[in-house]
């Protein structure tokens, strides 16, 4: 079972941590989903991985195109059973629901919440225990001190 690692973001906007973690995660071999719940927002996402650094190129796709098995990153709303790009790794935004049993599937979920958004902090706070609850390794990193650092951890038993 795979493994979710909860980012509260509340100095760099998603737009910024995004493409930040998809590099990562790309880097390391990963293919990923990002999963969103409004297209609107996707195509939001989808320009700011283009425009995110000047000296990098992350390849990506908005689910539904012709190319969607070859994509390393690919954008996509709602919930699905599998991937079209076959990927070990999703990331959930604006609130984008993560189940325990799609993570038998997966290397790693992240989910990235704005942290100066009650209702998203609240939602967080539920997808953690729900996840945890049914005996996934999870981990809460923040940002408030400046720099990105783990501050819990749960394993279970």
Known sequence: MGEVYFYHLTRAPLEVTLPTLLEKAVGAGMKCVVRGAEATDLE??????????????????????????????????????????????????????????????????CILFDGNDGEALQHAREQW??????????????EESGRWEKKAEHKPD
């Open 44 to 109: 939001a996402l989808d320009l700011a991985i283009w425009t995110a650094r000047d000296d990098s190129f992350l390849p990506h796709g908005v689910a539904c195109g012709d190319h969607d098995a070859a994509q390393p990153v690919l954008l996509t709303k709602g919930t699905q059973a599998s991937y079209p790009n076959n990927a070990n790794c999703l990331m959930s935004v604006h609130g984008a629901e993560v189940t325990a049993d799609e993570l038998t599937s997966l290397t790693r979920a």
């Open 129 to 142: 225990r729900s996840l945890t609850s049914a005996g996934v390794t999870a981990q809460y990193w923040s």
